[in-house]
């Protein structure tokens, strides 16, 4: 039977090979000031998806900054990362004078409407300040959910 080397391959040297292991160890744990590694999911409508670690940090979205403390990642941080790293097919925001944050309106084609309204949860907490004021830190699990709007009281 021949060897590995009869059909062509090219010996390993220790330098290649100590090149191939340096390449393959994990990536560091931020990526720059700020950034942190999470995971981002999006349930809810048609469309389901999970990916791996997001890079993500403070950010400017849509001409506004968007960082908890004026410094951390946020869930929409991680989520519009997340469609820049894996192409979760579109996010689409607006900015919301009222509450001087984003409001998710639209993920792979999902859109929030009058009777169903984009969430963010963090380890499976729905978070309950906006999505560019709620600090996020490495490890944390993000889940972003088309539900059903809560109506607003009739005043």
């Known amino acids: 039977m021949p060897s590995v080397l009869a059909r062509g391959a090219a010996p390993a040297t220790a330098a290649g090979l100590a090149l191939a292991l340096a390449l ?3 990536p560091p744990a931020t990526a720059a000031p700020g950034d942190v590694r ?5 349930t809810g409508g048609p469309y389901t998806a999970g990916v791996g670690l997001v890079v993500t940090g403070p950010r400017t979205i849509d001409g506004f900054y968007c960082a908890a403390n004026g410094t951390t990642a946020t869930p929409l941080t991680a ?3 997340a469609d820049d790293q894996y192409g979760l097919g579109g996010v689409r925001t607006r900015w919301d004078a009222t509450t001087q944050d984003f409001v998710v309106t639209e993920i792979h ?3 929030a409407d009058a009777t169903k309204k ?3 949860y963090v380890n499976e907490k729905k978070i309950t300040t906006a999505p ?14 088309l539900e059903a709007a809560t109506p607003t009281p009739a005043t």
Do not use: Q
């Not at 600090?135 to 993000?142: S, V």
């Open 24 to 26: 393959a160890t994990a």
């Open 38 to 42: 999470v995971r981002v999911g999006v």
């Open 79 to 81: 989520l519009v990362d």
């Open 109 to 111: 084609g999902d859109a």
């Open 118 to 120: 984009w969430n963010a």
């Open 132 to 145: 560019c004021h709620t600090p996020i830190k490495g490890g944390d699990k993000i889940r972003w959910t």
